[in-house]
């Protein structure tokens, strides 16, 4: 009973995440400059000819993230994505453009080579979103887009029981504080997909 309330708390943790993606129609929590995560403004949402996931629009993800500039403006980022996020209806075309050696939407009489091959290193599917929108992030390491913080750091459930007195059996209380927020849209790209 304990691991299984360990793990209702994690599942806790990863809803939270998803709600706030969720905010502005899917657009991702409001920024301190009152766009939201995925904007134009910021150049991480696909506007021009967004679709389902193909070669071509892994690529046009890719180039948008690796387009980002630092804070002052001054430099290129130069992030790729490593993370491709989407609803489990998506997952098969995103296995397929990330993993075929060849391309397939390019003319049947000629093979070109799959320009999106090994893109991204973890694909991501969960029934937390549905619709046809799917997200690219970088490296969490390299340039965070959300951030899940814990109180005085402890990412552990706080699991406590008391054994009844007055009818039989044993009431569990579990506890876990932490927050979820974004931290910089540059290292994430959003395709609303169809």
């Known amino acids: ?10 599942r806790t943790i990863e809803a939270a995440v998803y709600a706030r993606l969720a905010e502005n129609s899917g657009n991702g929590p409001t920024l301190e400059d009152g766009n939201p995560l995925f904007h134009s403004s910021h150049g991480n949402l696909i506007s021009s000819g967004p679709g ?16 980002q500039k630092d804070v002052g403006g001054n430099d290129y980022l130069d992030l790729r994505p490593a993370i491709w996020l ?3 209806s998506l997952r098969g075309a995103a296995v397929g453009v990330n993993e075929a050696e060849y391309d ?3 003319t049947k009489n000629q093979r070109r080579p799959n320009i999106s091959r090994g893109l991204v290193r973890d694909i991501v599917d969960t029934p937390r979103l549905t619709g046809n929108a799917y997200y690219m992030f970088a490296d969490p390491n390299e340039a965070p887009a959300m951030e899940v913080a814990f109180l005085d750091g402890n990412s552990e459930p706080f699991l406590e029981s008391q ?3 007055t009818v039989d059996g044993t009431a569990w209380k579990v506890r876990l504080d932490f927050g979820v927020a974004p931290r910089d849209y540059r ?3 959003k395709n609303p997909g169809q």
């Open 52 to 67: 389902a996931p193909t070669v071509a629009q892994f690529d046009a993800m890719r180039v948008l993230m690796a387009q």
């Open 1 to 10: 009973l304990a691991s299984s309330l360990g793990r209702a708390a994690r």
């Open 163 to 165: 054994a009844g007195f």
């Open 187 to 189: 290292g994430a790209v």
């Open 86 to 88: 989407g609803p489990l």
């Open 104 to 106: 397939d939407e390019a």
